[in-house]
């Protein structure tokens, strides 16, 4: 199986280094995995989008099928097409993986509703921290790491000797900058923005999580409960107790 990734190098402007695809490629696998998991999480947060056009059995079975078709294109087709045998594999296998990406946004935006009122199994639950737990992983220790890595063998920008700009250079001819500015800095700004966003994005989708069954407050002047759940259910409320009647 050849590298999925090709062989391409890009030349980043003002100095910034040489980007390798494969050179990079742990860093883009796990900034891959980590945007269909918070793809995933977003559709799992709204309610179910379309109705599924298929049956369920016929939805899960092609997680199989489009796994082991890909394999089997893969090996088959380079021989019957012909060119670059490692080119063809490489297109084959990435469309059998977008392929298996988009069928699986397609099972969870097509779930059936589920009832707010129905408490969450065992199962679920262990399901769900499993999850939680892989995209903290991959946002808060993997995709920092790997850029950290990229960043000093690849582009280079460990060596504190490069300069973005020193104190030397003027700004527009009017005033010097007040610091140097290596590459390290620049390095480290930029994990730090990865750390931010990341967060940044945790905490939004913990709120909208807990708020998934909820809808804005009706209208005044309308008798429907303020707060009702996207399927159109009143959610559970505690009303006070009614006063005992007179003379009972």
């Not at 939805?59 to 089997?72: Q, R």
């Not at 950290?148 to 490069?162: C, I, P, R, V, Y």
Request: charged share 15%; net charge positive.
């Amino acid at each position: 199986m050849p590298n999925l990734l090709p062989n391409w190098h890009l030349t980043l402007p003002w100095g910034l280094g040489l980007f390798g695809f494969r050179e990079a490629g742990r860093l883009i696998w796990s900034s891959a995995l980590f945007t269909v998991g918070v793809i995933i999480v977003v559709l799992l947060i709204l309610p179910p989008l379309f109705k599924r056009p298929f049956p369920k059995a016929a939805g899960y079975a092609g997680f199989p099928v489009i796994i082991v078709g890909g394999l089997l294109v893969a090996r088959f087709a380079p021989d019957i097409i012909g060119g670059d045998h490692d080119a063809v594999q490489r297109i084959v296998i990435l469309l059998a993986m977008g392929a298996l990406a988009l069928h699986t946004f397609l099972m969870v935006a097509s779930r059936e509703p589920r009832d707010p009122n129905r408490e969450a199994t065992w199962a679920e639950c262990f399901a769900g921290a499993v999850g939680v737990f892989a995209l903290f992983i991959l946002g808060y220790a993997i995709v920092p790491h790997e850029w950290l890595t990229f960043a000093n063998a690849q582009l280079e920008w460990g060596d504190s000797s490069k300069l973005v700009w020193s104190s030397h250079d003027s700004i527009f001819g009017v005033v010097n900058f007040p610091f140097n500015f290596d590459f390290p800095a620049m390095r480290d700004i930029v994990v730090t923005g990865i750390y931010i966003t990341v967060l940044g994005a945790n905490l939004f989708m913990w709120t909208k999580w807990q708020r998934r069954f909820e809808v804005k407050a009706a209208p005044e002047g309308e008798t429907a409960p303020a707060r009702r759940s996207r399927f159109g259910r009143p959610l559970r409320r505690t009303e006070p107790a009614a006063a005992a009647p007179e003379g009972a």
